[in-house]
């Protein structure tokens, strides 16, 4: 079983719909999360940090569950330029070693 | 915004070739690391460091060797590439100390091998 998993979709998803993304790890001694995006062929940037109590930016809104050990992204309003593919990355007490999951596609369409 | 400088952004090389990716920063920051990532797929990471004079071997196996002379550089080498090296390498930093601190990335080199 992978640490961290997601669903690597592509989610295809008309502008204007709500779409969430959930990622799962397996390492209950995580501490820090996080959603990363990554445009085609470029390198991956800092979407948000994910909280305990969750946050929210804009229209994205980050939740973690420790209970049940995921983490979720909801994008509400999606934009044409929302497309890209969305790492939810993981992070172990005491590691400075981030686990990344494989990413979810998103293409939003017209 | 991170200062991150990977060069060359994009190599085409013969197979057997002694090649070195270069990593450079300007933030200070201690850990560093090195990716590789094929199109649509993880990111895997093949080496990294905490800090001058310290380096680790990641989860991928791979032939490359780094270095960590000084703080700034991070220098990645292939001692023979072969057609399997062929993929895109990322380069990362972090601020030490706290595992909430969020990697930053540069803008990766992209490999190929004939």
């Known amino acids: 079983r992978k640490e961290v998993e997601q669903d690597p979709g592509p989610f295809n998803v008309p502008e204007g719909a709500t779409v969430a993304f959930n990622c799962t790890y397996s390492n209950s001694a995580s501490q820090s999360f996080f959603w990363y995006r990554q445009d085609c062929r470029k390198e991956p940037k800092l979407l948000m940090s994910v909280y305990s109590s969750g946050n929210e930016d804009g229209r994205f809104t980050a939740q973690l569950n420790r209970a049940s050990q995921y983490i979720s992204l909801l994008i509400r309003d999606s934009k044409l330029s929302d497309s890209a593919t969305y790492l939810c990355v993981v992070t172990s007490g005491g590691s400075y070693i981030p686990t990344f999951g494989r990413g979810t596609s998103l293409i939003v369409h017209p | 915004e991170a200062d991150i400088y990977q060069t060359p952004r994009y190599l085409v090389i013969g197979t057997g070739k002694k090649i070195t990716l270069e990593c450079s920063q300007t933030m200070g920051h201690d850990k560093m690391y090195w990716y590789q990532q094929d199109p649509g797929m993880e990111l895997h990471l093949i080496h990294y460091?905490?800090?001058?004079?310290?380096?680790e071997k990641g989860d991928l196996s791979s032939e490359s060797t780094v270095s960590r002379i000084r703080t700034e550089h991070f220098p990645l080498t292939l001692e023979s590439a072969r057609p399997s090296h062929t993929s895109q390498y990322l380069c990362?930093?972090?601020?030490?100390?706290?595992?909430?601190?969020?990697?930053?990335f540069g803008p990766g080199t992209r490999l190929t091998v004939l």
């Open positions: 990362a930093t972090r601020e030490g100390g706290l595992s909430y601190n969020e990697q930053f």
């Open positions: 460091s905490y800090g001058v004079n310290s380096t």
